[in-house]
């Protein structure tokens, strides 16, 4: 099993509906998790982090479910400008410096 | 601020020959990353340092892969001899010691997009 574990997708979204997709990890002791956005041929860049009572920022909210394991992102009123693949990033818990990023959820964003 | 700086942007090289990637990081952060993202794996985390020493390598694929930071402002990462497998984007990144107001956020170089031959 795949530390962290992310759906490829694509998610095809019309513009202004609302998308939301989780991540799940194996590592129970993991302290730290965030969400980051790669657009294509570019470098990753933080989006959020991940608080244990959830968070919002915008249009983003973030949820943190310990018991299960996973971290969700939840995306309203969709811009075509948030088409780009979203990564989930764990630390390994013996170490904050071992970031364990998923191979990403696509999202498209369509008129 | 500059961000991370890597060079190159983009090598051609062909299997056997040595390749050597750069990095400076932006200054006063103290951890120093070294991604390789392709395809197949997406983002692998090959080693990491802190304050210039490297605290988990165990990411690095084999010994043909290497990586120094001889001071704050630079990092190298070197294959010797390179070979048609190692073809990826190598990103390197940058972090302030996580606490207080920092979230702990890496922040990435553009990449140096490897291809060997």
């Known amino acids: 099993r795949k530390e962290v574990e992310q759906d490829p997708g694509p998610f095809n979204v019309p513009e202004g509906a609302t998308v939301a997709f989780n991540c799940t990890y194996s590592n129970s002791a993991s302290q730290s998790f965030f969400w980051y956005r790669q657009d294509c041929r570019k470098e990753p860049k933080l989006l959020m982090s991940v608080y244990s009572s959830g968070n919002e920022d915008g249009r983003f909210t973030a949820q943190l479910n310990r018991a299960s394991q996973y971290i969700s992102l939840l995306i309203r009123d969709s811009k075509l400008s948030d088409s780009a693949t979203y990564l989930c990033?764990?630390?390994?818990?013996?170490?904050?410096?071992?970031?364990?990023f998923g191979a990403g959820t696509q999202v498209v964003v369509t008129p | 601020d500059a961000g991370v700086i890597q060079s190159p942007r983009h090598e051609v090289t062909e299997m056997g020959q040595e390749v050597t990637l750069r990095c400076k990081p932006i200054?006063?952060?103290?951890?120093l990353f070294w991604y390789r993202q392709t395809m197949m794996r997406g983002l692998e985390l090959l080693i990491y340092f802190n304050n210039n020493v490297p605290i988990d390598d165990s990411g690095m694929p084999e010994d043909r892969f290497s990586a120094k930071m001889p001071n704050a402002s630079f990092s190298t990462l070197k294959i010797q001899p390179s070979e048609p497998r190692d073809s990826a984007v190598y990103f390197c990144?940058?972090?302030?010691?996580?606490?207080?107001?920092?979230?702990?956020?890496?922040?990435f170089g553009e990449g140096s997009r490897l291809t060997v031959l």
């Open positions: 200054s006063g952060h103290d951890y």
């Open positions: 990144a940058s972090s302030p010691r996580p606490g207080g107001s920092n979230t702990g956020e890496l922040f």
């Open positions: 990033v764990v630390n390994r818990g013996d170490s904050w410096g071992k970031l364990q």
